[in-house]
């Protein structure tokens, strides 16, 4: 896990409340929907004054036969997990002017998410872009929306993953 958190160099005098920072989790995948999930967390962040996280989840397989191959796929996904954080990180940046907070982890990729949300009160909204396809909505926003909607402490925000950037500048 890379935590890309900073200070910045001012303190609040005793007993002024701060608010917290809303931070807007975006979990990575290789979905065209990604693209509108993140400018959407990252617009809403900017002008909210929050940040960015961003969650990537290596999914794992079974290969109990070959250790050896099984470590090395696995030392491949991690590797291409941290380049595509760090490419969707200079995104970021862009759109917010802030560095995001990133993460990988391993496992399934719905547990994995609410396994983060518990560890990490500072998360304050999942967002998710939805498959535009007929067939429906995407496995995480199938189960967020099903059976695992009780297991959220935090808001879920599904945006349509048809959206064009002009319509997410309206909407934010």
Known sequence: MTDTSHTTGHTTPPGDAVP?????????????????????????????????????????????????????????????AERTLQKLAREVVRLTGSLPVLYVREGKRHEEVLALIAEEPSISILVLAADTDPEGPGPLISYYT??????????????PGGLSNDALEAIT
């Open 20 to 80: 917290p920072v809303r931070i807007f989790l975006v979990v990575v995948d290789d979905s065209p929907e990604l693209k509108v999930a993140l400018r959407y967390a990252c617009l809403r962040a900017r002008k909210s004054g929050g940040r960015v996280a961003l969650l990537a989840v290596i999914e794992k397989e079974e290969m109990q036969h070959w250790l050896a191959m099984e470590n090395l796929i696995r030392e491949e996904k991690r590797e291409e």
């Open 146 to 159: 099903g059976r695992g909607l009780s297991r959220l402490r935090i808001p879920l925000t599904i945006v």
